[in-house]
């Protein structure tokens, strides 16, 4: 069973780490103010729905750290997601396996899933 304080205390705190407000974190996670408001206040517990739009809207975030408080936040691997993270600046072509790395081809978008349930993202822009 989820201790709704402690949600509610590790929620603030990636509130606070991004610099958000309430209403823009909800923004940025795709529910209504009144829902950020509710779940920090006590008043509504969060549910599965929103925990996976919060894992979605900010991957330094681990599902374990924020339900139970197990883990690290933000996660040691997803550290320097804080800002936008560019494929070439972690893999060269030469690395990537020889079927990526095609003339008619580029590559959009690299995912590494871990073993303990996290993940990293690396994104071409």
Do not use: C
Request: aromatic letters at 12%; zero cysteines.
């Amino acid at each position: 069973m989820i201790n709704t304080e402690d949600f509610t205390k590790r929620l603030q705190k990636v509130i606070d780490y991004y610099g958000e407000t309430a209403s823009s974190f909800a923004e940025k996670v795709g529910v209504q103010r009144s829902s950020i408001s509710h779940i920090l206040s006590g008043r509504n517990k969060p549910s599965l729905d929103f925990v996976l739009k919060v894992l979605s809207s900010f991957p330094e975030v681990e599902l374990y750290w924020l339900m139970n408080g197990k883990g690290k936040f933000p996660t040691e691997s997803n550290n320097v997601s804080h800002s936008p993270n560019n494929v070439s600046d972690t893999f060269s072509e030469s690395k990537l396996p020889q079927i990526v790395n095609s003339s008619d081809k580029s590559i959009d978008r690299i995912v590494i899933f871990y073993k303990d349930g996290s993940f990293q993202n690396f994104e071409n822009s």
